[in-house]
């Protein structure tokens, strides 16, 4: 079964910068785009980012021309530059592929901390 795998996560002071990565272990059919979402502690998971297969993007208003999605078609690989990171993005960053037929699939998710 293919799966999603973040990484790039990690504890980083206020003002600094993080690239997550996303990657899937095999070859993933239908997807018309790709996101990353985030959930901090006692909070609902919310939309961070997505790019869609034209290369259209949306952000959530507090991260925007802060964040920065970019995505590798070839290989179903999608990157979340950050910068300017603040302590209330800290949270667990996940990764989805939103497929046309079949279910989306999900990361395990990776932890960003920002912090002194």
């Known amino acids: 079964q293919v799966q999603l795998v973040e990484s790039g996560g990690g504890l980083v002071q206020p003002g600094g910068s993080l690239r997550l990565s996303c990657a899937a272990s095999g070859r993933i059919f239908s997807i018309y785009a790709m996101g990353w979402y985030r959930q901090a502690p006692g909070m609902q998971r919310e939309l961070v980012a997505v790019i869609r297969n034209g290369g259209s993007t949306n952000y959530a208003g507090s991260v925007k021309g802060r964040f920065t999605i970019s995505r590798d078609n070839a290989s179903d690989t999608v990157y979340l530059q950050m910068n300017s990171l603040k302590p209330e993005d800290t949270a667990v960053y996940y990764c989805?592929?939103?497929?046309?037929?079949?279910?989306?699939?999900w990361g395990k998710g990776t932890l960003v901390t920002v912090s002194l």
């Open positions: 989805k592929a939103a497929r046309s037929v079949g279910m989306d699939l």
